[in-house]
């Protein structure tokens, strides 16, 4: 069975930083696009990104390059989304989730999401 | 970057067919996918490359696609459908995915 498993939720201060984690089980970690996608409160889904942990190439929304770092340590079959900074703007649930493979363009598996909460 | 475009909100009564459309300038070439989120969870995909639904996912959920938009058809729809829907699709080289604003599908 799939499954993806991500962090703890999180209560950080404006400018700190933090690195969430999801961890995949039941798969080849290494050959299969994962993604991470934001939800701040009562909003929609945001795509932010994905990366293939085999060869950690990674692809960022416009709206987030540079925001972020999207990165995987396949040995451990762990996905890590990190800010060096963060903004109270960054709070949101995070959500972690698996493409189902390289024909299509979804997120098949989903993690349960990491809770960010960024206040002073 | 990439947008992808749902109403808002759609209401319906027990029973009736809800749709649920979703305009996007790279449909015509790439698939449209929709997913269903209920309070507190994750999301769910309901229907994949524009009408397939996967395995555990009710009859009553339907795709169809049609130049720009796709579009998601619940037939008899049950108050358990009340959720949050979302397209997603990506632009035409698949470098980028995007999600539609969500739909608040509310049954009357």
């Known amino acids: 069975e799939v499954q993806l498993v991500q962090s703890g939720a999180e209560v950080k201060k404006p400018g700190d930083s933090l690195k969430i984690s999801c961890k995949g089980f039941?798969?080849?970690?290494?050959?299969?696009?994962i993604g991470w996608v934001r939800q701040m409160p009562g909003k929609g889904l945001e795509w932010m990104g994905i990366i293939y942990p085999g060869n950690s190439e990674t692809r960022y929304s416009p709206s987030f390059q540079g925001q972020v770092t999207i990165s995987a340590d396949k040995s451990i079959s762990t996905a890590y989304l990190q800010w060096s900074s963060l903004k109270a703007s960054d709070t949101a649930m995070y959500y972690c989730?698996?493409?189902?493979?390289?024909?299509?363009?979804?997120?098949?598996?989903w993690g349960q999401g990491t809770l960010v909460t960024v206040s002073s | 970057s990439y947008e992808l475009t749902q109403p808002p909100s759609v209401s319906v009564s027990p029973g009736q067919t809800a749709r649920i459309t979703c305009s996007g300038d790279s449909l015509p070439n790439q698939y449209g996918y929709w997913y269903q989120q209920k309070p507190g969870q994750a999301p769910v995909v309901v229907i994949y490359?524009?009408?397939e639904r996967p395995s555990g996912i009710p009859e009553r959920f339907s795709g169809s696609s049609s130049g720009t938009t796709v579009t998601l058809t619940i037939s008899g729809v049950l108050a358990e459908d009340e959720a949050d829907y979302y397209c997603q699709s990506a632009d035409t080289t698949g470098i980028y995915w995007a999600f539609g604003g969500g739909t608040k599908l509310t049954v009357l």
């Open positions: 039941g798969y080849s970690f290494a050959s299969s696009w």
């Open positions: 989730a698996r493409r189902q493979d390289i024909s299509t363009y979804y997120f098949a598996y």
């Open positions: 490359k524009d009408r």
